[in-house]
Nanobody, 127 residues
Framework: QVQLVESGGGLVQAGGSLRLSCAASGLTFSRYAMGWFRQAPGKEREFVAAIREFGSSTYYGDSVKGRFAISRDNVRSTVSLRMNSLKPEDTAVYYC????????????????????WGQGTQVTVSS
C-alpha cells in the first residue's frame, strides 16, 4: 500500500521560511517523479514544484520560482520543499504526489498525471 505523508507545515510570518517533507512508502521511490501542489480555500489545486526520478531536473510554478526549492533523497524515500520569502498568498494546504507513469515534462504540472497523493499539510503565512 502506497503512502505519502507530509510534514513540516505550520504558521510563519511573511518573509520567513519553512521546509516541508514527504515520506513515501510502499513504492520503489526512485521510479517515481514527485510533485508538490497546493490548494487554498475556494481555489483550484495549483502546481508548485516537481522533480524527476533521480533529481536531474526540477520544475516550478511561476508564483514560486526563485523562492522555493524541491529536492529528493532516494535512499530515504523522501521529497522536500524548501520555501523561502514566504508571502500571505502562499497560505494553502500543501500536498505531495507521485507518478510512475510515462510523462512529458509539461504533464508534471498537472494533477491528473499523479497516481498517489498525501493527506496534505497546512501552511499559513501571516502578514
Amino acid at each position: 500500500q502506497v503512502q505519502l505523508v507530509e510534514s513540516g507545515g505550520g504558521l510563519v510570518q511573511a518573509g520567513g521560511s519553512l521546509r516541508l517533507s514527504c515520506a513515501a512508502s510502499g513504492l520503489t521511490f526512485s521510479r517515481y517523479a514527485m510533485g508538490w501542489f497546493r490548494q487554498a480555500p475556494g481555489k483550484e489545486r495549483e502546481f508548485v514544484a516537481a522533480i524527476r526520478e533521480f533529481g536531474s531536473s526540477t520544475y516550478y510554478g511561476d508564483s514560486v520560482k526563485g523562492r522555493f526549492a524541491i529536492s529528493r533523497d532516494n535512499v530515504r524515500s523522501t521529497v522536500s520543499l524548501r520555501m523561502n520569502s514566504l508571502k500571505p498568498e502562499d497560505t494553502a494546504v500543501y500536498y505531495c504526489a507521485a507518478t510512475g507513469r510515462p510523462y512529458l515534462v509539461a504533464d508534471l504540472s498537472t494533477s491528473l498525471q499523479y497516481d498517489y497523493w498525501g493527506q496534505g499539510t497546512q501552511v499559513t503565512v501571516s502578514s
